[in-house]
T-cell receptor, first 113, second 116 residues
Framework: DQQVKQNSPSLSVQEGRISILNCDYT??????FLWYKKYPAEGPTFLIS?????DKNEDGRFTVFLNKSAKHLSLHIVPSQPGDSAVYFC????????????FGKGMKLTVNP | GAVVSQHPSWVICKSGTSVKIECRSL??????MFWYRQFPKQSLMLMAT?????????EQGVEKDKFLINHASLTLSTLTVTSAHPEDSSFYIC????????????FGNGTRLTVT
């Protein structure tokens, strides 16, 4: 049973436009959510996180939105840049982040120049 | 930012041999380290949680006698794949969390293991 779902395997956008990556979760105990970016043959790099006490967190071009009632979060990247092309993983944890992280399958983002 | 170093980045070994992978937190103390395995086009699957000074906690379905984990210090954890078989070929990634429980996980660059 997949507790964290990234239903779209890939997304392609034009440079300068907005990229929206979606993530759904099923476990209502999750209260801490993170997005990681991964290049081929490298480990994931932490991007941004959000606690369930918030519904939005912003860091530069990256904004994460959390809709607890829908058990849905999204990552917005604006403006998108070619260097953003990578696989993005959504992850969730319970107990404020002290529990183990559960990852989605990832979504490949391609930003075209 | 926090750096986690993983070594080696790739290794090829013969069936039946053992391979050791090291994971080091370079600029912070990691009370907890995690070992993940990733198959092509799949998510990162947690194998085990390694706590400094105590035995690792393995996820269901992970053979603890095959994947030996040692977390001898606050900056080093090792994963040894014993008696490797071709089906153990995979991308292994370690991660570490600083002492504060709400700090994000920082990942190493992974180790590509190929067993021939």
């Amino acid at each position: 049973d997949q507790q964290v779902k990234q239903n779209s395997p890939s997304l392609s956008v034009q440079e300068g436009r907005i990229s929206i990556l979606n993530c759904d979760y099923t476990n209502s105990m999750f209260d801490y959510f993170l997005w990681y970016k991964k290049y081929p043959a490298e480990g994931p790099t932490f991007l941004i996180s959000i606690s369930s006490i918030k519904d939005k967190n912003e860091d530069g071009r990256f904004t994460v939105f959390l809709n607890k009632s829908a058990k849905h979060l999204s990552l917005h990247i604006v403006p998108s840049q070619p260097g953003d092309s990578a696989v993005y993983f959504c992850a969730a944890s319970a107990q404020g982040g002290s529990e183990k992280l559960v990852f989605g399958k990832g979504m490949k983002l391609t930003v075209n120049p | 930012g926090a750096v986690v170093s993983q070594h080696p980045s790739w290794v090829i070994c013969k069936s039946g041999t053992s391979v050791k992978i090291e994971c080091r937190s370079l600029d912070f103390q990691a009370t907890t380290m995690f070992w993940y395995r990733q198959f092509p086009k799949q998510s990162l699957m947690l194998m085990a949680t390694s706590n400094e000074g105590s035995k690792a906690t393995y996820e269901q379905g992970v053979e603890k006698d095959k994947f030996l984990i040692n977390h001898a210090s606050l900056t080093l954890s090792t994963l040894t794949v014993t008696s490797a078989h071709p089906e153990d070929s995979s991308f292994y990634i370690c991660s570490a969390r600083a002492r504060h429980y709400n700090s994000p996980l920082h990942f190493g660059n992974g180790t590509r293991l190929t067993v021939t």
